[in-house]
C-alpha cells in the first residue's frame, strides 16, 4: 500500500513527520512478527525540499507532487501559523489532491490539514473534524462543510478521513494503520509512541471561547451578561426582556449568531467556569457545583460529562493542582 505523506510548504513539523514515523514503525514490527511489510511510504511535496515551521527544518521530498499519478492514500498535515497565510502557500497543491481523489486516492487530513482538504470542495456536503479552537473559523469558511462539533477526534466518510486538533492525529493514524494492517500493530505502535490508542473525543481539551465572531450586538450584551453572572439563576425570558426582544424572536437570533441555544450556551459558560475552578482551587465536586448555578448534582454531572467526556470528578483528579501536588 503507497501511502504518501504530503509536506506542505510551512508545515507543522510535529504533525509532518508522526505519520511517516508511525507507518515505518509499523512495517517493522510486522516484519518482527514475521508478517511481510504493508506500508510503502514516502514524503511528497510542492518543491524538493519544503521548509517547515518558521523555516527551523527542512523536509526533502521523495517525489513532487506533480509526479504523483496514482497513491493509496495521500496524508495532509496542517500549515504553520496563520490558516489563510498557510492556504495561500499550498494554494498549488490542490488541483493535484482534487486529481488523485478522483483517481481512487484516499485522502486523510490531520488536525488543521482539514482547511486546505477543504480548499479542494471534497468535503463539500460531508462531515469533517479540525481542531476545536478553529470550529468557528471552519465554518464560516466552509459552510457547505458539516464540521464536526462533538469533539469527534476521528470522521471517516467514505475514502475521506479527518482528524480533530494537535495529537488527536495519533488518533487517526493509529486507525488508518489497524484498517490497513490489523490491531495487534496498531496495538505495538500506540504502546512504542506511549499513546492512547481508543481515546476518542478532544472534548476535554476544549476551552470555551464565547463565539463572539457574529456582529449581532444585543446577543454580544447577552453573551457577557451571562458570562459575569453564570451562578445566578438565569432565564431565556428575562435574558430576552434584556434586550426588548420576545423570547421566539431571541432564541432565533441567539442560535443564528453563536450557533447554541440561550440554554446551552449557559451550559457552555458554568462548565467551562467549573473546570477552572477545578484545575486552580481545592474545591470539591459540591462546592463549585454550587459556585456555577447548579444546584441538581445529576444535572450538573450530566451536563459536564456531556461537554467535557469526563464525569466532574474524573476531570478534577485529572486536572486539578492538588491532584498535580499530591
Not at 472534548?203 to 450586538?217: E, I
Not at 449557559?266 to 470539591?284: D, G, L, M, P
Request: charged share 25%; net charge positive; with cysteine.
Amino acid at each position: 500500500m503507497k501511502v504518501s505523506v504530503f509536506a506542505p510548504t510551512r508545515g507543522v513539523i510535529e504533525a509532518v513527520t508522526p505519520p511517516y514515523r508511525a507507518f515505518k514503525t509499523a512495517n517493522d514490527f510486522l516484519i518482527a512478527g514475521g508478517k511481510k511489510p504493508v506500508f510503502d511510504v514516502e514524503y511528497v511535496g510542492l518543491t524538493k525540499f519544503v521548509p517547515a515551521n518558521d523555516g527551523e527544518y527542512t523536509i526533502k521530498t521523495d517525489r513532487l507532487l506533480k509526479d504523483v499519478t496514482t497513491t493509496d492514500l495521500l496524508i495532509v498535515p496542517p500549515a504553520y501559523g496563520d490558516t489563510l497565510q498557510g492556504i495561500k502557500a499550498n494554494a498549488k497543491a490542490i488541483p493535484y489532491i482534487q486529481q488523485l481523489y478522483k483517481n481512487g486516492c484516499s485522502i486523510a487530513s490531520l488536525c488543521l490539514g482539514a482547511f486546505l482538504l477543504a480548499e479542494t470542495g471534497l468535503l463539500n456536503g460531508k462531515r469533517c473534524s479540525t481542531h476545536w479552537a478553529y470550529l468557528e473559523e471552519f465554518r464560516q469558511r466552509y459552510p457547505d462543510v458539516e464540521v464536526v462539533t462533538d469533539g469527534a477526534i476521528i470522521t471517516e466518510v467514505g475514502n475521506i478521513y479527518s482528524s480533530g486538533g494537535a495529537s488527536s492525529l495519533w488518533n487517526l493514524v493509529l486507525y488508518l494503520v489497524e484498517k490497513f494492517s490489523d490491531r495487534e500493530t496498531a496495538v505495538l505502535i500506540s504502546k512504542n509512541f506511549a499513546l492512547d490508542i481508543d481515546r476518542t473525543s478532544q472534548a476535554v481539551f476544549s476551552m470555551f471561547k464565547g463565539q463572539k465572531t457574529h456582529t449581532d450586538k444585543d446577543i454580544i450584551h447577552v453573551q457577557d451578561f451571562i458570562e459575569k453572572n453564570y451562578s445566578d439563576k438565569l432565564t431565556i425570558d428575562a435574558l430576552a426582556s434584556s434586550v426588548n426582544t420576545g423570547r421566539r424572536t431571541f432564541e432565533r437570533r441567539f442560535s443564528q449568531a453563536t450557533n447554541n441555544t440561550p440554554f446551552e450556551y449557559i451550559q457552555r459558560v458554568r462548565v467551562e467556569a467549573a473546570k477552572r475552578f477545578f484545575e486552580v482551587s481545592r474545591k470539591n465536586v459540591s462546592e463549585v457545583m454550587f459556585d456555577v448555578g447548579y444546584t441538581d448534582t445529576k444535572a450538573f454531572r450530566d451536563t459536564f460529562k456531556k461537554i467535557t467526556g469526563l464525569t466532574p470528578i474524573e476531570y478534577r483528579n485529572k486536572y486539578a493542582r492538588v491532584a498535580a501536588e499530591a
